[in-house]
């Protein structure tokens, strides 16, 4: 009954946080009738209003049979019809297609839809304004043209469909398919302007007032669900907690819970509490139980601890498989406790980047990545280890580096991360893209010392980033050296070479095999993009800095500090795969071997 109470008490307590966002709808509303008063009363006659009929008048005067029937159509989608049967059909899509229901993706949606007519018809009881004084080509409704009810909706619907894409589903394409939802708004609007509904102020009032209304029920629905997750992220669904061992149904053919105890293999589940929900969890758990991990042990990430439990779990024995369900920086702690030790690793990849899972070919969806793996085998793979000043010994999967990468991590809002996914980077990027270059000095594997200057400074265990972008084509997680990068271009002209090239890795394709270097030394540097792009290749890697700068470690910001040192543990993390690394890649060239051995599962237990 305790675990029941809290359990509600949690539900309710979220409840309550998520209805005190409600009054906003009250302030959106007065909002959208104080700036209805604004563009009648007060700015009607004056500039720039003044100049808004011209452009109804010249789109009137210059009218096609094109532009009239792609007008009417966009119109139609944002027709009262159109909304609602579009918005019914995602709402029951939401509700009926996934394996459990989105009740809160779909209450999300459909409230964004309501709320905002709801809002654009008390607005136009207050505001009065005639539509442009142009031939209409649809019939006026008796709504005052303030604000555009078409263009309100549109974004209501469309836009909460792109923030459902970016926010709810993984894979480059959601880029693409949010961007496309985001273009019909606009689009509406145009349509409404040609077809003499609309002046321009009326539908940038629609486009405000809908995005205000994505906001405010953003807040209800997908915020307040997410401060939930993190209130109770120390216990499961059912009240049981976290760090402690959890019953799961048996299964035909599998171990089950006998006198008391429970039977069957180990596993400790990793669990990064944001990007890891409930629904998610609950999958995993079922997923671990259908292969024979009766016994789990679930323990959560936190600032302070970012591999939870973990260490302590491992320290006490018995462990047969370790679960990583979060991003790289979860992945990065894990590997970090039971590289040596011979524990298997397999990740449910659910963070911003998921970048050791994007080079190791495993699926997007973190569940079906999971199952898979489930299925595969042990293989071997290389770790890093970095240190510095400052910086104490710690193993990386992905990529550590110093610089404009560095500093973007560090300043990438979290809040942009948990909405917009990698393309918070790019936003934090953009503010970086003026810093000074670095002077710095590089010794690979204990040889001469190459003095450079550089924007961003990249050593990589693997190399491919999101979309598959190649930033270290020759990087393999079983190669047993490290890829380093020199990025450095100079001048508009250099971001433009830099650019070029790496998207062409992306037409082209993954890069040929590395080719074996001198024993004795590094692999010698390779240049491309007129310059700004410097490679090397070696299994230590010291870089010196003339001065402090940004550091990260497979996408956690770090101290600053003037020293890395990078060196790689081959074969060290035994990662449990549906195919050992690079199967569906090119082979490795002969002399440069993998250091993989795969050891069937159901061998190792």
Known sequence: MTGNKGSMTTENGGAARRLRHVW??????????LLGFFVTRVADGHWPLTLEDRLPRAFAEHRSPLGNGLSAGLSLMASTQ?????????????????????????????????????????????????????????????TSSFPSGHVGASVALYGGLATLVLSRTRGPWRYLTAGVLLLVPPAVGLSRVYRGMHHPSDVMGGLLNGAATLLVMGLVFLYGRDRDHDSASDRTPSGVPRGGAEEVPAQPGRPARTDGRLTGRRVVVVRHPHNCPDELAAQVRTRLGRHGFTDQRWTSTTAERPGGGLAEECAAGGVDLVVACGGDGTVRACADVVAGTGIPLALAPCGTGNLLARNLDLPADPATALEEALGGGDFGIDVGRVEGDGLPPTRFAVMTGAGFDAAMVRDASPALKARLGWVAYTLSAARHLRDPRMRLVIRLDGGRRIRRRARMVVIGNVGTLQGGLELLPRARPDSGRLEIVLFDPRGAAGWLAAATHLAA???????????????????????????????????????????????????????????????????????????????????????????????????HH
Do not use: K, N
Request: glycine fraction near 10%; charge should be neutral.
């Open 24 to 33: 906003l709808v009250a302030a959106q509303a007065t909002f959208m009738i």
């Open 82 to 142: 159109g909304i609602v049967g579009v918005t019914l059909v995602c709402v029951a899509a939401l509700l009926v297609l996934p394996r459990a229901p989105r009740w809160t993706e779909a209450g999300f949606l459909g409230a964004s839809v309501a709320v905002q007519s709801a809002v654009f018809l008390l607005v136009t009881v207050f505001v009065e304004r005639p539509r442009p004084d142009v031939p209409q080509l649809d019939g006026a409704p008796p």
């Open 505 to 603: 890795r992306v037409v082209r394709g993954p890069a040929p095999a590395p080719i074996p270097g001198d024993p004795d030394g590094p692999v010698g540097a390779d240049v491309v993009a007129g310059g700004s792009l410097e490679y090397f290749s070696a299994t230590r890697i010291e870089v010196r800095f003339a001065r402090a700068q940004a550091r990260e470690v497979d996408g956690d910001s770090m101290s600053e500090g003037a020293l890395l040192t990078a060196g790689i543990e081959p074969g060290a993390l035994r990662m449990r795969l549906p195919r050992a690394p690079g199967a569906t890649a090119l082979p490795h060239a002969p002399g440069h071997g993998s250091q993989t051995q795969h050891t069937p599962h159901t061998a």
